[in-house]
């Protein structure tokens, strides 16, 4: 079992940049596609950006293209999302999750492990 734990999260201004980080632990981190989603206050989770075991490929929701960038270090069993020019509508908790199919895991399904999630909060 894949356990996650989030960190990094925040208050910052819009335009700043943030970098959250996920540290897993369990199994081989490698074997699992990685992904961040976020829920904001009143609204369902939604999918951010994903990306493959060994890091090669990635997928992004149309709204953070371009300013948002996943990545992993498989070695340090860690798992980033970098984010730049934040908005106020950016701000939810970000969760990190974990499953072991890159085509599967924006959908959400029960296979999915989740962290807790971490608070980011953008100000105008």
């Known amino acids: 079992q894949v356990q996650l734990v989030e960190s990094g999260g925040g208050l910052v201004q819009a335009g700043d940049s943030l970098t959250l980080s996920c540290a897993a632990s369990g199994p081989t981190l490698r074997t699992y596609a990685m992904g961040w989603f976020r829920q904001a206050p009143g609204k369902e989770r939604e999918f951010v950006a994903s990306i493959s075991g060994g890091g090669g490929s990635t997928s992004y929701v149309d709204f953070v293209k371009g300013r948002f960038t996943i990545s992993r270090d498989n070695a340090k069993n860690t798992v980033f999302l970098l984010m730049n020019s934040l908005k106020p509508e950016d701000t939810a908790v970000y969760y990190c999750?974990?499953?072991?199919?890159?085509?599967?895991?924006?959908?959400?399904?029960?296979?999915?492990?989740w962290g807790q999630g971490t608070q980011v909060t953008v100000s105008s």
């Open positions: 999750a974990a499953d072991t199919s890159f085509n599967r895991i924006q959908r959400m399904s029960v296979t999915i492990y």
